[in-house]
């Protein structure tokens, strides 16, 4: 049985965003090598929950927390602007959806994905050490061994180390100034 292109489900992608490079570098990298005509986009924001000591909760607390959850779901607003000039010219249909739930964002991401039916959750990584990933959490860990659909974790750009590309360069030096005397050398025969 042959389908028709036309009659093809699109396919739903959860792309968690937020400020950072490793949102836009996932964005990108679905655009350069996974993107699908039909695809149907999921950007998806978990909004920051300002913390509050319980004692300040009295109604100065109260207005202040309001005060600051109002400044959040202004900034999920200029994401959004931010994030929908980025897609503006792809063939794809993009939804925006922000959540203030709680304040674990892996969580909302999985939850955000099984509740909109993604087929495919693309996601970029800070790059952290398993110290400082098991210290401070990590988001794409967490969606990787919790939603039960496929993953595609962006990783960040390798870039060498300061000693490594010192000796790089070293290298690059030596071996230019060899091919210099090597001519030199014929040249004078």
């Not at 994401?79 to 063939?91: I, S, T």
């Not at 210290?135 to 060498?160: C, F, K, N, Q, T």
């Amino acid at each position: 049985m042959t389908c028709s292109s036309s009659s093809v489900i699109p396919r739903r992608v959860l792309i968690p965003i937020d400020k950072s490079e490793h949102s836009e570098r996932a964005l990108k990298f679905y655009f350069e090598n996974t993107m699908k005509p039909n695809d149907h986009l999921i950007l998806f924001h978990s909004i920051e929950l300002p913390s509050m000591p319980v004692m300040a909760m009295g109604e100065a607390g109260a207005d202040e927390w309001a005060r600051m959850m109002r400044d959040e779901k202004n900034k999920a607003e200029s994401l959004k602007a931010q994030y929908e000039k980025l897609v503006e010219d792809e063939p794809v249909t993009v939804e925006f959806e922000a959540t203030d739930q709680n304040h674990k964002v892996g969580e909302n991401a999985c939850k955000a994905a099984k509740e909109k039916s993604a087929n495919l959750i693309v996601i970029g990584s800070r790059g952290m050490g398993k110290v400082r990933r098991t210290v401070l959490g990590s988001v794409s860990d967490y969606i990787l061994h919790h939603a039960h659909l496929p993953i595609l974790i962006v990783p960040p750009e390798h870039r060498p180390s300061k000693s490594r590309q010192n000796s790089i360069t070293s290298m690059t030096s030596a071996s230019s100034k060899t091919s210099v005397s090597s001519k030199t050398s014929t040249s004078s025969r």
